[in-house]
């Protein structure tokens, strides 16, 4: 008897995409239990065959009342559940309403979605090429004297005109001093002469989401900026030709870092390398330092490879593309040119 | 010594928005616990004075070692944590990494958000008086033969223009049969004659989230379709009218709810009348019926007031404000028609 209730595994495990909801996979049969909120949904999403042949629940009052009476009537008295996703709290409801021995598994469904499989490899290619498109369009919306915010909602719209469901995350669109924040807001500053400008977006394209960095330069950057972008770039190529099946995830991290310390940016980079990309846009593996130093490389792994150095009061710089493993070395998914667009 | 790490009540606390980070309560002084990606946006913050005054710490390897080494510098050994946002799994690596007692909490610092201040209410002002001007250009985007996407793309550049920082969740564009999913995406539908189309949006200003649902209809809609719309309305108003401060949460649901019972749409009502709006888009208080029996409205809560009906295969309905309960009765921070948009 194993609960899934992330709602990420769920819509991996049946087809079923919500923000609630709980998968009981036991002997006697798999189980959704939805509320009422959600019941039409997977009737009809049953029908049309997007969804794995499963029974529906509907709950009347609580989760945990719908939980108990599914478990009661297998008889099961040893639950797992998935320990990085239960809070203390809910874990606690659930013990209350549920008798039976709560068993809490980290990784019971991630590892699963880890290699992507080939239908999920042909929505990533697609995905990939159309986020490549959007980034084809920068130079049409990064202009001096527009405000940060304006260039990111001209890249939101261009998202949802290639096809993208919504934004994977909030759009950043980082100018002058503020591109020294990894992880910047777009505010009403106005790019200027001279600024280097981070544009970090990404999409959800039939649920999965890719991501990318290009970088841009109003007019003619200052030497110091210029020399922050030319050591991104060449740590993104490095970590780029290290990247085959095999190799150590934390060893991409270790190629790009190599290349920002001997530039005399190492401290500038304050993040990893990469994350895996899948229904999530943070997802294993990660390409970092702290990765486990066992973790490899394998053919369908899907992640981003963005190395970036920040320097505050000057500006920073940051690189990203989304990579497929493949059996015989990568594939960049958002090809395309990563030259400093020069506006 | 208490330990609070979701990030919106950490958000709430000090003023320091990030998606990680960790903060540290204790008599020795307040502690912000954040990982490199943050530093740089904690200390111009600190700087310009948009936070707290709390020392920060980075972490060098993980949260778990920078949170023994805050907690054993002060010699605490009860420690403090957010039952209702610790992960089974979080709670064992940090027993794994810092000795002490943990004791999990609810609703440490949930109910603090419960009750807005006037810098607060001032932003809910603003925000619902935005969200009602992008509610007032709906007849612009809202026409026969375009798709669910293409309206949901204005809308978004709408609440863009209009200042929010971003949409507060997925905005809802769901026309004829997929109106009556209360959680619809849009899609690649085109509106046709005869259509109910619900429009349910949000924006985020400041930090706090507002949230608006109106109604159109394409040409004349069927009878069926203008009844539930008349009953939503009806029950929508019921609410309102009940809604002042000692009034049981409970009760506002009850009120709605009353009226569709009476009009033959009891069952096809799924959800609850209305939730709390904050930090989050979903928060305390629930109007349900699942609400606790001695919950009562408060002078200073905000909350959505938005009853639907949803009949499969004919289609749905909702009309949602957001609405402040003041000493002497409502506000309604979203005020302007409530009228079926003809298109």
């Known amino acids: 008897m194993c609960v899934v209730s992330s709602s990420t595994n769920i819509a991996y495990l049946t087809g079923f995409h919500g923000s609630a909801g709980l998968f009981v996979q036991s002997a006697e049969g798999d189980c959704l239990v939805l509320d009422g909120r959600y019941a039409t949904v997977a009737t009809e999403a049953g029908a049309r065959g ?21 478990i009661g009537g297998t008889g099961a008295t040893r639950i797992v559940f998935e320990a990085d996703h239960v809070t203390v709290s809910l874990l606690k409801r659930w013990q209350a309403a549920v008798p039976g021995d709560f068993q809490g598994h980290t990784s019971l469904v991630e590892p699963l979605r880890l290699i992507k499989d080939s239908h999920e490899i042909a929505v990533f290619r697609r995905a990939g090429a ?14 001096e004297g527009r405000s940060e915010r304006q260039v990111a909602a001209d ?3 261009g998202l949802s005109r290639a096809g993208f469901t919504r934004p994977a995350f909030d759009t950043i669109v980082a100018s002058g001093p503020n591109s020294a924040h990894p992880h910047a807001h777009p505010g009403d500053r106005r790019l200027s002469g001279g600024d280097l400008v981070v544009l970090d977006f990404g999409g959800v ?11 841009a330069a109003v007019g003619r950057p200052g030497d110091e900026a210029a020399g922050i972008f ?27 870092r190599q290349v920002l310390d001997a530039e005399g940016f190492g401290a500038a980079f304050v993040h990893g390398t990469g994350h895996g990309l899948g229904l999530e846009v943070h997802e294993a593996p990660r390409l970092s330092r702290l990765s486990p130093p066992d973790e490899r490389l394998r053919a369908g792994m899907v992640c981003t490879v963005e190395p970036g ?20 070395g990568i594939e960049v998914l958002t090809a395309g040119p990563r030259d400093l667009l020069t506006v």
């Open 50 to 70: 997007d969804m794995a042949s499963v029974s529906v629940v509907t709950t009347e009052t609580t989760y945990e009342a719908a939980l108990a009476e599914v």
């Open 205 to 215: 394209l039939d649920g999965y989401c890719v991501d990318l960095t290009r970088m």
């Open 230 to 256: 030319r050591a991104v770039r060449k740590a993104q190529q490095a970590a780029l030709d290290v990247m085959c099946a095999g190799v150590a995830t934390s060893a991409v991290d270790g190629a790009a």
């Open 130 to 143: 159309a986020l490549a498109g959007v980034a084809a369009r920068l130079a049409e919306w990064v202009r």
């Open 309 to 328: 150095a920040y320097v505050p009061g000057v500006g920073g710089a940051r690189l990203e593309d989304d990579v497929l493993v493949t059996d015989t």
């Open 155 to 157: 890249i939101n719209l």
